[in-house]
């Protein structure tokens, strides 16, 4: 197949291929059959003036595939996206390319999907209050990645930009969520906090979390930077996609060690709470802190194109 050959899918080709509960099943069939994220390649990063380039490659099943995506924090202010991706999708015994996808949709998807995953093994089957902390498309997309799983009662959106966050709950409303724009305070009571942001400190104290809530943290992804305070960290069960990336990625999980307030060791794998090997642990909180790996990416990208091809 020649380049000028290669099919080319949208974004509104992939989002409309793959529902939320169908990228929420995709990660958890990866977990439960031959994917180990311990064997992914580490992520790949590049210092640029604008920002960074990074590199994501991953193996397994019957395809191979990497993203290519930049990062530029000053994109928001012209009014364009902060984090872009390609995504190249190649035949896993051939090594040739069969697609290209939008990169920037299998974020939007595979992110909220595996906190999705995480939380189906967390969580009650009604939540009834959600605190989302970010008014970006992983905040959306949390929401709904949530709602595809469990019944949702009241969600809340905290940002920093009233406006945006105004938006964001309209634009849920209008999907049928009991939406509104809440505030930080709003963690006491909630079932389930997601932080998506870009935040480099802790967006709220720790100790306001219920013993039975469950947070899921994917917005920090260098070492120093975090979201959640180490009390918090210290307090709770803590899963991750891999160890050896939360040691490299994770800023929550790098400064609680640091902190002396966690030990890497007690940190429970995705793959074990997804297998049933571990659960977390009754009367205290649960976070779930994510980084993005490249896995997920090929676990989504592989159904969005069997589904488009045969579509």
């Given at each position: 197949?020649?380049?000028?050959?290669?099919?080319?899918?949208?974004?509104?080709?992939?989002?409309?291929a793959v529902p939320y509960?169908?990228?929420?099943?995709?990660?958890?069939?990866?977990?439960?059959?031959?994917?180990?994220?311990?064997?992914?390649?580490?992520?790949?990063?590049?210092?640029?003036?604008?920002?960074?380039?990074?590199?994501?490659?991953?193996?397994?099943?019957?395809?191979?595939?990497?993203?290519?995506?930049?990062?530029?924090?000053?994109?928001?202010?012209?009014?364009?996206?902060?984090?872009?991706?390609?995504?190249?999708?190649?035949?896993?015994?051939?090594?040739?390319?069969?697609?290209?996808?939008?990169?920037?949709?299998?974020?939007?998807?595979?992110?909220?999907?595996?906190?999705?995953?995480?939380?189906?093994?967390?969580t009650p089957e009604r939540?009834?209050?959600?605190?989302?902390?970010?008014?970006?498309?992983?905040?959306?997309?949390?929401?709904?990645?949530?709602?595809?799983?469990?019944?949702?009662?009241?969600?809340?959106?905290?940002?920093?930009?009233?406006?945006?966050?105004?938006?964001?709950?309209?634009?849920?409303?209008?999907?049928?969520?009991?939406?509104?724009?809440?505030?930080?305070?709003?963690?006491?009571?909630?079932?389930?906090?997601?932080?998506?942001?870009?935040?480099?400190?802790?967006?709220?104290?720790?100790?306001?979390?219920?013993?039975?809530?469950?947070?899921?943290?994917?917005?920090?992804?260098?070492?120093?930077?975090?979201?959640?305070?180490?009390?918090?960290?210290?307090?709770?069960?803590?899963?991750?996609?891999?160890?050896?990336?939360?040691?490299?990625?994770?800023?929550?999980?790098?400064?609680?060690?640091?902190?002396?307030?966690?030990?890497?060791?007690?940190?429970?794998?995705?793959?074990?709470?997804?297998?049933?090997?571990?659960?977390?642990?009754?009367?205290?909180?649960?976070?779930?802190?994510?980084?993005?790996?490249?896995?997920?990416?090929?676990?989504?990208?592989?159904?969005?194109?069997?589904?488009?091809?045969?579509?």
């Open positions: 197949m020649t380049f000028s050959d290669l099919p080319i899918y949208t974004a509104d080709d992939v989002m409309g509960a169908a990228a929420v099943d995709a990660i958890e069939e990866a977990l439960r059959g031959s994917v180990d994220p311990a064997d992914d390649p580490a992520r790949s990063f590049v210092e640029i003036d604008a920002g960074q380039l990074l590199l994501m490659p991953s193996a397994g099943g019957a395809y191979a595939g990497v993203k290519l995506a930049t990062v530029a924090p000053d994109n928001p202010a012209r009014g364009l996206p902060r984090i872009q991706a390609v995504y190249v999708l190649f035949d896993a015994a051939t090594l040739s390319p069969v697609a290209l996808l939008d990169g920037s949709a299998l974020t939007t998807l595979r992110t909220p999907a595996v906190s999705a995953a995480a939380a189906r093994h967390l939540l009834d209050r959600l605190v989302v902390f970010g008014t970006g498309p992983q905040g959306g997309g949390h929401v709904d990645a949530l709602g595809s799983i469990r019944e949702l009662g009241e969600v809340n959106i905290v940002g920093r930009d009233a406006t945006k966050a105004a938006a964001l709950a309209e634009r849920l409303v209008g999907k049928g969520f009991d939406a509104s724009v809440g505030t930080v305070d709003g963690v006491r009571e909630a079932d389930v906090i997601v932080c998506a942001t870009t935040a480099e400190t802790p967006l709220f104290d720790g100790a306001l979390v219920r013993e039975n809530a469950c947070v899921l943290a994917i917005g920090a992804h260098t070492p120093d930077h975090r979201e959640l305070d180490s009390g918090l960290m210290g307090r709770s069960t803590v899963v991750v996609e891999d160890h050896d990336t939360a040691l490299r990625e994770a800023g929550d999980v790098v400064l609680a060690a640091a902190d002396g307030a966690l030990d890497i060791d007690d940190t429970v794998p995705l793959r074990d709470l997804v297998n049933g090997t571990s659960t977390r642990t009754s009367g205290r909180p649960a976070v779930f802190k994510g980084t993005g790996m490249s896995w997920q990416d090929l676990a989504v990208a592989s159904v969005a194109y069997e589904r488009l091809r045969s579509a």
